[in-house]
């Protein structure tokens, strides 16, 4: 059964205070690891998809890298405006479609 | 282009009713998800339609859920005999062919008294 463990639950920034979010993952067969942002009252957004270990990517602030067992997204002089919960998800290899979310980190960043 | 939608956005029901929730997916996205999500949770599967075809079911959905998306465009998801644990967030989301990346609606928030 595939499993996806978020941490921190819930971080606090100052705002210009650089950190990195965890997910760690197992799953059989890796076909894609997704980032998510999700505001209160709303669906996720999608931010990123990666595949394979070494993968980087890049939007604004934020960067998501993916290791065999774990993908980190960094966020780089956060904003007010990057308070959020951000979900991590995993598709695995079995040929099931639907995708295993963690928890989330609820992010503060306090200006 | 248009997002994908969900109607109603909120639902409140007395306990043992049925519900029914529509999701219209992002034109020519021929894969539809529903999710659901509690407080505090991330998004749990609950099925998947590729075109017409229903071809995933989480054990999480119950006899009492039934989904359908009959002519491949939008979906409904009906809950009967509502009970208060079903109270969640219903998130649907689709993808387009050969591509993984799901892309989520904003949800039907089910209150269920």
């Known amino acids: 059964e595939d499993q996806v463990t978020q941490s921190p639950e819930a971080l606090r920034l100052q705002e210009g205070e650089s950190s990195s979010l965890n997910c760690s993952y197992t799953?059989?067969?890796?076909?894609?690891l997704f980032w998510y942002r999700q505001d209160p009252g709303k669906g996720p957004e999608f931010l990123f998809t990666?595949?394979?270990a070494g993968e980087e990517k890049e939007k604004e602030r934020l960067k998501a890298t993916l290791t065999k067992k774990e993908s980190f997204l960094h966020i780089t002089a956060p904003k007010p405006e990057d308070s959020a919960t951000y979900l991590c998800a995993v598709q695995g290899g079995g040929g099931a479609d639907g995708l295993t979310f963690g928890k989330g980190t609820h992010l503060i960043i306090q200006p | 282009d248009t997002g994908v939608s969900q109607n109603p956005r909120h639902k409140i029901t007395k306990r043992g009713q049925n519900v029914t929730f529509r999701c219209d997916p992002i034109s020519e996205h021929n894969r539809l998800y529903w999710y659901r999500q509690t407080l505090g949770q991330g998004p749990e599967f609950l099925t998947y339609?590729?075109?017409?075809?229903?071809?995933?079911k989480s054990r999480l959905l119950s006899d009492r859920f039934s989904a359908e998306r009959p002519k491949g465009s939008f979906s409904t998801l009906e809950i009967q005999r509502t009970e208060q644990g079903d109270s969640a967030m219903y998130l649907c989301?689709?993808?387009?062919?050969?591509?993984?990346?799901?892309?989520f609606g904003p949800g039907t928030r089910l209150t269920v008294l």
């Open positions: 990666l595949y394979s």
């Open positions: 989301a689709s993808s387009p062919w050969a591509q993984d990346t799901q892309y």
């Open positions: 799953v059989s067969g890796l076909r894609g």
């Open positions: 339609f590729q075109n017409e075809a229903q071809l995933e």
